[in-house]
Protein backbone atom coordinates (compact mmCIF):
# COMPACT_ATOMS: atom_id res chain seq x y z
CA UNK A 1 0.00 0.00 0.00
CA UNK A 2 1.79 3.11 -1.18
CA UNK A 3 1.70 5.57 1.67
CA UNK A 4 3.13 9.01 2.00
CA UNK A 5 3.63 11.02 5.28
CA UNK A 6 4.93 14.56 5.43
CA UNK A 7 6.13 16.95 8.40
CA UNK A 8 8.39 19.58 9.07
CA UNK A 9 6.05 22.29 8.78
CA UNK A 10 5.47 25.20 11.60
CA UNK A 11 5.66 29.15 12.33
CA UNK A 12 8.69 31.06 11.17
CA UNK A 13 9.52 34.36 10.72
CA UNK A 14 10.46 35.91 7.55
CA UNK A 15 13.26 35.11 5.83
CA UNK A 16 13.49 32.21 7.73
CA UNK A 17 13.96 28.62 6.52
CA UNK A 18 12.40 25.48 7.03
CA UNK A 19 12.88 21.44 5.50
CA UNK A 20 9.86 19.27 4.43
CA UNK A 21 10.33 15.95 4.71
CA UNK A 22 8.10 13.64 3.01
CA UNK A 23 8.68 9.89 3.65
CA UNK A 24 7.01 7.20 1.20
CA UNK A 25 6.56 3.54 1.91
CA UNK A 26 4.75 1.15 -0.39
CA UNK A 27 6.85 1.51 -3.11
CA UNK A 28 10.33 2.45 -4.47
CA UNK A 29 11.67 6.23 -4.17
CA UNK A 30 13.00 6.61 -7.49
CA UNK A 31 9.79 4.14 -9.28
CA UNK A 32 7.31 6.98 -9.31
CA UNK A 33 7.64 11.07 -9.41
CA UNK A 34 6.91 12.58 -6.33
CA UNK A 35 5.95 16.66 -5.85
CA UNK A 36 5.04 19.24 -3.22
CA UNK A 37 1.86 21.11 -3.93
CA UNK A 38 0.24 23.93 -1.37
CA UNK A 39 -2.81 25.10 -0.88
CA UNK A 40 -3.16 28.79 1.14
CA UNK A 41 -6.86 29.13 2.47
CA UNK A 42 -9.80 30.26 -0.58
CA UNK A 43 -6.45 29.45 -3.14
CA UNK A 44 -6.56 26.14 -5.31
CA UNK A 45 -3.93 24.23 -3.98
CA UNK A 46 -0.58 25.14 -7.17
CA UNK A 47 2.87 22.72 -7.50
CA UNK A 48 5.57 23.82 -5.83
CA UNK A 49 8.69 21.62 -7.41
CA UNK A 50 8.71 18.24 -8.61
CA UNK A 51 11.42 15.62 -8.50
CA UNK A 52 10.86 12.91 -11.61
CA UNK A 53 11.53 8.78 -11.31
CA UNK A 54 15.54 7.70 -11.66
CA UNK A 55 16.38 10.75 -12.59
CA UNK A 56 18.02 14.03 -10.56
CA UNK A 57 15.35 16.04 -13.33
CA UNK A 58 13.50 18.56 -11.28
CA UNK A 59 11.21 21.31 -11.56
CA UNK A 60 10.04 24.58 -9.85
CA UNK A 61 6.95 27.06 -9.61
CA UNK A 62 8.55 30.50 -10.65
CA UNK A 63 7.72 31.92 -7.04
CA UNK A 64 10.08 29.64 -5.79
CA UNK A 65 12.83 29.42 -7.99
CA UNK A 66 16.37 30.10 -6.40
CA UNK A 67 14.60 29.95 -2.86
CA UNK A 68 13.42 26.03 -2.54
CA UNK A 69 15.30 22.91 -3.37
CA UNK A 70 14.23 19.28 -3.80
CA UNK A 71 15.95 16.50 -2.98
CA UNK A 72 15.53 13.04 -2.28
CA UNK A 73 17.51 10.17 -0.15
CA UNK A 74 16.48 6.89 -1.89
CA UNK A 75 18.17 4.85 0.98
CA UNK A 76 15.45 6.38 3.45
CA UNK A 77 12.57 6.52 0.73
CA UNK A 78 12.25 10.33 1.96
CA UNK A 79 11.92 13.60 -0.30
CA UNK A 80 12.94 16.91 0.94
CA UNK A 81 12.09 20.33 0.46
CA UNK A 82 14.59 22.74 1.65
CA UNK A 83 12.86 26.58 1.88
CA UNK A 84 14.71 29.69 2.07
CA UNK A 85 13.88 33.15 2.19
CA UNK A 86 10.57 32.33 3.28
CA UNK A 87 8.33 35.39 3.21
CA UNK A 88 3.96 35.61 3.66
CA UNK A 89 2.93 34.58 0.17
CA UNK A 90 4.26 31.26 0.94
CA UNK A 91 1.62 30.59 4.01
CA UNK A 92 -0.07 27.30 2.98
CA UNK A 93 -0.63 24.02 3.95
CA UNK A 94 1.86 21.65 1.92
CA UNK A 95 1.39 18.40 0.72
CA UNK A 96 3.69 15.49 -1.31
CA UNK A 97 2.50 13.39 -3.45
CA UNK A 98 3.43 10.78 -6.39
CA UNK A 99 2.35 10.73 -9.69
CA UNK A 100 3.22 7.07 -10.94
CA UNK A 101 5.19 8.14 -13.80
CA UNK A 102 8.84 8.50 -14.36
CA UNK A 103 9.06 12.54 -15.07
CA UNK A 104 6.68 14.71 -13.11
CA UNK A 105 5.09 17.56 -13.37
CA UNK A 106 3.44 20.49 -11.43
CA UNK A 107 -0.04 19.92 -12.12
CA UNK A 108 -1.73 18.56 -9.17
CA UNK A 109 -4.39 16.48 -11.15
CA UNK A 110 -2.33 13.88 -12.08
CA UNK A 111 -0.87 13.16 -8.82
CA UNK A 112 -3.01 10.24 -7.43
CA UNK A 113 -1.63 9.46 -4.17
CA UNK A 114 -1.57 12.30 -1.63
CA UNK A 115 -0.11 12.88 2.20
CA UNK A 116 -1.45 14.63 4.85
CA UNK A 117 -0.85 18.40 4.78
CA UNK A 118 1.77 20.17 6.86
CA UNK A 119 0.79 23.77 7.30
CA UNK A 120 3.41 26.63 7.20
CA UNK A 121 2.73 30.00 8.70
CA UNK A 122 5.30 32.91 7.64
CA UNK A 123 4.79 36.00 10.03
CA UNK A 124 6.04 39.32 8.97
Known amino acids: QLQLVASGGGLVQSGGSLRLSCEVSGFALNEYAVGWFRQAPGKEREGVSC????????KYADFVKERFTISRDNAKNTVYLQMNSLNAEDTAAYYCAVDRTIMCGLNPWVYEYWGQGTQITVSA
Open 51 to 58: ISASTDST
